[in-house]
């Protein structure tokens, strides 16, 4: 039976639902490509910390979220609950919703209390699909969640998940996914109002994407593909 104890923030059905869907996507991406995962040593032990994530197609959330020793907390972007399918299985895990581009204050303070409750939470920076490798620029809000919530930062950087994988899939060429752990970044303090608030959130934002660019093929880095940002350097 599933572990109450770790997840007992959220409804039994929820629980349950995480308990039978993880291990059959686990065997479904096992079944359909060839499932490559580096770093996990780097992922902690005890307490809570954000997943980031590159985000080109509907593969990298289930992807992450099956093959994660402790079942992540999942944010969402508003289009997932209004499609077919991919809204039912967000509702049964239990995901956060989010409105992309909009400060919803309840969301965020939902997400604060799943990291200050001791669970990890996975968040695509980039705030929805590229539908293409290229990363694109991160929206500032995972910066703001990561100093509201003083969470350390895992990247994690995902190769072959292209729109294109299914339809590799399905015809059993069993295409390559690779899950490519990073090591936990702890990003500076935001300091300042207005203005300088602004640029040092999106200053933050960008820190994660260097890192998760740092994990991923030069095809794939887009936007940070022109150098990498030392957070020594910020200390």
Known sequence: MPDKSKDNHQPIRVIIFRWVFRPIFRFIFHLISDVNITGLENIPKNGSYIIAINHIS?????????????????VGAKEIWERKG??????FYGGIQVHRGEFDRQVI?????VIQSGHPLLIAPEGGR?????????LPGVAYVVDKSEAPVLPVGIVGST???LHKALRLRRPVLE????????LPK????????????KSN????????AELLPSGYRGVYANGNFDLSKTA
């Not at 935001?190 to 959130?201: A, D, K, M, N, P």
């Open 58 to 74: 509907i593969i990298e959330p289930p992807l992450v979220i099956a093959f994660w020793p402790k079942a992540p907390e999942a």
């Open 86 to 91: 991919q809204a039912s299985l967000a509702r």
């Open 109 to 113: 303070e939902s997400m604060i209390q």
């Open 130 to 138: 590229s539908h293409s490798p290229g990363l694109r620029q991160a």
């Open 163 to 165: 729109d294109d994988f």
């Open 179 to 186: 899950m490519r752990i990073g090591e936990v970044i702890t």
């Open 190 to 201: 935001i300091e300042g109002r207005g203005e300088q608030r602004r640029e040092s959130l």
């Open 205 to 212: 934002a960008d820190m994660i994407m260097y890192k998760i």
